[in-house]
Each structure stands twice: as C-alpha cells, then as structure tokens.
C-alpha cells in the first residue's frame, strides 16, 4: 500500500530565502509525481508533474525532482516570495495499474515572511 | 476558459440527511474525480468517472456515490450523512482516460457542514 510523507509539516522563513520541501513514498513503482499548492479554503493548483521516466521537472522559480529507486522527491523554490506562502502537497499517482487515484502527502504549510 | 466550478460552495445538513454536491468539469475534459479532504486525514479519494463510467473508488461506504452525465459533469451524492462526513469535497478533472500523465485540475470545493 502506497504510503506518502511530507517533512516538515510546516516552515517559516524570511523573503528571498531559497528552500527545499521534502516528499517521500513508499512504493517506488508510480507513474508519476505531482507537486501541488493549496491556499486556505481553496483547491488545489497543479504546479508541477514529473513523469516515472523523468528526473526533474522546472517552472518558473520551482524545480521539483524524482529519485524512485530512493523513494523521494524534492521541490526546490527559489527566492521565496510572500505571495509563496501555502501548503504544499506532494500526490503520486498510479501504480500497477491506472487506478486514477492520487496518493497525497499531508502537506508542508509554507510561510514566508517579508 | 472557466475552470472546475462546484456548486454549492457550503451546504449545511443535519445528521441522517442527504447532500447533493456537483461538479462542472473544463470545458473538453472527459475525466472527473472526486476527493474529501477532511481535518486530520488529508486528501483522500472518492471516485473518478470517465465517459460516463465509475471507473474506480476509494475506501468509502456504498452511502457515498456518484454519477457522471453526458456532458461530463458529475454529481456526488451522500445519503445517510454522518458527522465525520463533514469535510471539504473536492472535484477535479483531466483530459483523458488513461492518460495517467495528464495534469488534474481542482475546483475550490464544497464544505459540507454536518450537524
């Protein structure tokens, strides 16, 4: 059963800071990764989706990576910015078989403080 | 070009009532999904309809069901309401069946209150 973690559950730092928000899951055979961003009582925003066969995926200030073999995935923000600040939820998606089903992590509450 | 839309934004109900929450996918997506993301649990999924079809659910109760019409949007219906139904619903829609690299698109939900 595909489990995923988020550390840290929440992180706070000042504007311009560069950070790293942590993803980890347990079954290693996914089809691909996906990074989101929720703001309070809102849905959710795709911001980045890396395929199985991928290593790493940009947009913009966020780089988000995919190791497999080690069960991991990073999103890398760079020059943090106020306007940054929201949990942010790391899915994987499929498995065996295509399922449609995202396994979501419990998120990392971001803040960042001007 | 309009987003997911939900309707209604909140809905209170009373224990043992029904809750009708819909759905309206993007304009050209064939693929709907339903997820509940109550305090504590994190987001967990329901449903995903595809042309029409259930073409997967999660862990929950037969009182949690759904359908998709033909011009793709969906409705999720919860009969027999308990407390720990209360939650933020959550639809979001894709491209493609089988496409598992398509990018979802959520709306920002329905909170159902249940008291």
């Known amino acids: 059963k595909q489990e995923v973690t988020q550390i840290p559950a929440a992180l706070s730092v000042p504007e311009g800071e560069n950070l790293v928000l942590n993803c980890s899951f347990t079954?290693?055979?996914?089809?691909?990764l996906q990074w989101f961003r929720q703001d309070p009582g809102k849905g959710l925003t795709s911001l980045l989706l890396?395929?199985?066969?991928?290593r790493e995926q940009t947009s913009g200030r966020l780089n988000a990576s995919l190791d497999k073999s080690s069960g991991r995935s990073t999103l890398y923000i760079a020059a943090s910015q106020p306007g940054d600040s929201a949990t942010y939820l790391c899915?994987?998606?499929?498995?065996?078989?295509?399922?449609?089903?995202?396994?979501f992590g419990q998120g990392t509450t971001l803040q960042v403080k001007p | 070009e309009a987003g997911v839309t939900q309707s209604p934004t909140h809905l209170i109900k009373t224990r043992g009532q029904q809750a009708t929450l819909r759905c309206s996918p993007i304009?050209?997506?064939?693929?709907v999904y339903w997820y509940q993301q109550a305090l504590g649990l994190g987001l967990q999924f329901l449903l995903w309809?595809?042309?029409?079809?259930?073409?997967n659910r999660g862990n929950f109760p037969p009182r949690f069901s759904g359908r998709q019409f033909p011009n793709y949007s969906s409705e999720l219906n919860v009969n027999a309401l308990e407390l720990e139904d209360s939650a933020l619903y959550l639809c979001?829609?894709?491209?493609?069946?089988?496409?598992?690299?398509?990018?979802?698109?959520f709306g920002s939900g329905t909170q159902l209150s249940v008291l």
């Open positions: 890396i395929q199985s066969s991928q």
């Open positions: 309809y595809d042309e029409g079809e259930e073409r």
């Open positions: 979001a829609s894709s491209l493609a069946f089988g496409g598992v690299n398509e990018k979802l698109f």
């Open positions: 304009s050209g997506h064939t693929s």
């Open positions: 899915a994987s998606g499929g498995g065996s078989s295509n399922t449609g089903k995202l396994i």
């Open positions: 079954d290693s055979a996914i089809y691909n």
